[in-house]
DNA sequence: TACGTCCCTG
DNA sequence: CAGGGACGTA
């Protein structure tokens, strides 16, 4: 932990030093945190994502995926840890034996069970191999070219799910699937389900999670079967495509039934799923079957198969993507989750452009009362709870002024939509974002009042976001942090970095962090026009604040002598402004022949309010606090008797009054703290 | 040196 | 009405 490293880089003023000495608790939060987040992005891929991703599902995929990253011919071994793996033709593993030609392309385009033909005996196969080895160089030097489009199949840039939120995912998982893969060229696996799901849930039993990640557990399952279902889907577009070579290929695979463990690679394994896998790996060899079709004839593009085993299984992913959520959401947070997956589940399944739409709107943002930086991953429960639903402390509304329902609280009308996937209106969801990326955690902004959503519209992912692993953080990311130190917790880097985008995970969340409008939380070195907003209804309640204070409530602004300046110029000027009003209406009140002062009382009606409303609450939409009213008051008489007096007559006259009414200052709100806030003023 | 106030300008 | 300069104060 280097709490002091974000702010070495710039030199600070004595005063600004002072103030860093005299921090608020919420500001030493925000060093923890930030911080605590530095640490967190020395934790490489850690616990979470693969405690919680090795469930079947999630390992076949990732192998699936991971085979065209590594560059080297499908390994059966893989997705046949057991004994079909070695009733395949051999060839398929090191593609040097003879028979691979026929055998490796007749068997892809068969439909009976994967298993069955694979362990077709090589000695039937004998007189086909010796038929076709003369062909096999040829075939070989097919077979690498298909390899090579399916590589560039999943590794296709364009397609949105494909290999991107599955990369993003189960990217770990995947990472070491391409290790296993090396390691299982001659040593079969144990299966998944022994080493992957219980070895790595395993450490989760016992926390909270525990049934989290059992539910998760269970929908990875069903991912599998959706991609069963994909697979055979697939299955019958290649068919119909190439009806007459499939039976062809069926008429030579089929008299090849053999039992499974004719080979010696099969002692070591396990057969757990070796039927789901089995599909899938005749899934995997259909689509190379098909590439080796259209490797002679349709060269262009990408092929019509892989497109719609693209389409497809960006479709299924999606989905069951969605289901994972909802089940996370439902084991950790129950309540909620029945009210938002009635509504989920009524929308159409988002597409992963869908997903990116949402998360660029900051839909899928943290908590907002996120508690502490201590609140790790995965220590979610009651903390979060009681933050998602005590809706956070104070409002500026509960202080002694609050906004009219036309101006800052209109968010909160927002109609209480649930977990929707539709995007919000940009100014909302640079809001929302801000939310998420900004100071969510210190739980300012989760008033009522100040439109934040519901806790149940705090989004579904929620949950998922702490299960997420820690995952190292896109070098912009990391150094926008370190430019401009936000109190964004690991957690909150996790998420983001995590976040199933589209079709580049990284280039999806570059857009989100860049395209989005990021002023709301991203430090500011200028005071924008959101800012003076604000300051002016600061002054509602502070008519001298200090440079310490004023810190406090700009937290979006890099504080640097001349900001600090131009903020209390800011102030100096509204003071000039205020009391040369009341100094104008004490003088006016002596002419109208006022003669006790006590009279003397700043009403909503008054001429002056109207006044200084007009100057510091243009728009009216914000209720000045009474507060503010008697102040005004105790200003107009005393002005009053001064002028009365003759006082004026003395160059210093007023400074008495200004002393007097210096005192009268009250706290300001803490939503005013909110980064937010002056953006939102703005657009008031 | 930083801040506050006054005065002035555009 | 925001901002700059001059000046005073601590």
Known sequence: MIPNQLRVSSPVSRQEQETMDGRTGSEQDRDR????????????????????????????????????????????????????????????????????????????????????????????????????????QHLRAKRARVESIIQGMSLLPTPQAFGTSLEAAFGHERERGGEMHRESKRKPRVPQQATGAAGQVAPMAGSPHAEGCQQLKEQLCFLEQQLRWLQEKFSQVCDSGDTAQTQEGAEKVHPLPEKPGDRPEEDSATATSDARKARLWKSVLEVRGLEEEEDSGDTGGLPS????????????????????????????????????????RSLPVPGPDVRREYFAAGKCRKPLAKSSPR??????????????????????????????????????QVPSMGYSLVSAAPVQDSQLLSQLLGYGQHGLWGSSSRGSPSALERGPLEPLDLHWGTVKLRPSVVRQQQQHPLPLSPADMESLALLPAGRDGCGELQAAMDGVPFASTHMQEALTPGHLKKAKLMFFFTRYPSSTLLKTYFLDVQFSRCITSQLIKWFSNFREFYYIQVEKFARQALVEGVVDAGTLQVSRDSELFRALNMHYNKGNDFEVPGRFLEVASLTLREFFSAIRAGKDADPSWKKPIYKIISKLDSNIPEGFKTAGCSQELLHS
């Not at 590594?70 to 003879?98: E, H, M």
């Open 33 to 136: 945190v930030t911080s605590g987040h530095s640490q967190g992005l020395k934790l490489e891929p850690c616990f979470q994502t693969d405690s919680l991703l090795p469930s079947p599902g999630a390992s076949l995929i990732s192998q699936l995926l991971s085979h065209p990253m590594v560059g080297r011919s499908l390994d059966p071994t893989i997705i046949f840890p057991s004994s079909q793996a070695v009733a395949l033709p051999q060839d398929y593993k090191c593609g040097a034996s003879p028979g691979e030609g026929a055998q490796a392309l007749a068997f892809p385009r068969t439909h009976a069970p994967a298993p069955v033909p694979c362990a077709a005996g090589r000695d039937q196969l004998s007189d086909q191999h010796l038929q076709n080895q003369v062909s096999s």
């Open 305 to 344: 198969a892989a497109r719609v085993l693209s389409q497809a299984l960006k479709h299924e992913l999606a989905g069951v993507t969605s289901q994972v959520v909802d089940s996370v959401l439902k084991t950790v947070w129950p309540k909620a989750a029945n009210h938002l997956l009635q509504q989920h």
């Open 375 to 412: 609140n790790a991953p995965g220590s979610m429960g009651s903390p979060q709870a009681k933050a998602l639903s005590g809706a956070s402390g104070k409002s500026l509304g509960s202080h002694a002024g609050s906004f009219s329902s036309k101006g800052v609280r209109k968010p909160s």
